[in-house]
């Protein structure tokens, strides 16, 4: 069993950062792959990111690439996600989950989600 708390959204100007946090309960964290998703309203969940269990392996969604950056604490049971040069479009509630069971962009595959965390970016 894996719980799940974001922490970090907030109000930002188009252009400018935030850094959201996930941290995570249980003993095998260091076991799961993680991902973070968004879903703006009236929109499906949407991939952002996604990290194999080590953080060596990383996926990113088109539109977030090389804008923002997942990384992952295994001792502190963190995954962080830095995100530079925000958009107007990149407003949404972003989830983190854990433990993938199939197609890591699929919002289906992962077990464990946390309650979400609004970012929204003005212009």
């Known amino acids: 069993q894996v719980q799940l708390v974001e922490s970090g959204g907030g109000l930002v100007q188009a252009g400018g950062s935030l850094r959201l946090s996930c941290a995570a309960s249980?003993?095998?964290?260091?076991?799961?792959?993680m991902a973070w998703f968004r879903q703006a309203p009236g929109k499906e969940r949407e991939f952002v990111v996604a990290?194999?269990?080590?953080?060596?392996?990383?996926y990113y969604a088109d539109s977030v690439k090389g804008r923002f950056t997942i990384s992952r604490d295994n001792a502190k049971n963190t995954v962080d996600l830095q995100m530079n040069s925000l958009k107007p479009e990149d407003t949404a509630v972003y989830y983190c989950?854990?433990?993938?069971?199939?197609?890591?962009?699929?919002?289906?595959?992962?077990?464990?989600w946390g309650q979400g965390t609004q970012v929204t970016v003005s212009s």
């Open positions: 249980g003993r095998t964290f260091s076991r799961y792959a």
């Open positions: 989950a854990a433990e993938s069971h199939g197609t890591y962009y699929y919002a289906g595959s992962w077990g464990y």
């Open positions: 990290s194999g269990w080590s953080g060596g392996s990383t």
